[in-house]
């Protein structure tokens, strides 16, 4: 099984950047899509972003204009730049292969994302 690891994460001000990365510990051109999970304290886990096998993405309104998702399928590692942060953007992200069900329960660790306004 494909273990994926999130790093990249921080304190940033409202305003700031950062990129999140997540390097997987095998091959991820086999998967039919990448995705960027969140979870802020109290709150549901939400998919903020997904990128196909093809390149196609798709994001959360409260994301779009503001993130990217990108994967490299020779690095095995999916990118996703956060630019315009804003303090409601504080949560821990987790990668996936995509779309999860209910009962995934392959989250990794995850890489906390803290926005000061």
């Known amino acids: 099984q494909v273990q994926l690891v999130e790093s990249g994460g921080g304190l940033v001000q409202a305003g700031g950047s950062l990129r999140l990365s997540c390097a997987a510990s095998g091959s991820i051109a086999s998967f039919n899509a990448m995705g960027w999970y969140r979870q802020a304290p109290g709150k549901q886990r939400e998919l903020v972003a997904r990128?196909?096998?093809?390149?196609?993405?798709d994001y959360a309104d409260s994301v779009k204009g503001r993130f990217t998702i990108s994967r490299d399928n020779a690095k095995n590692t999916v990118y996703l730049q956060m630019n315009s942060l804003k303090s409601e953007d504080t949560a821990v992200y987790y990668c996936t292969p995509g779309r999860v069900s209910p009962g995934y329960s392959s989250w990794g660790q995850g890489t906390q994302v803290t926005v000061s306004s």
């Open positions: 990128i196909t096998k093809g390149g196609t993405t």
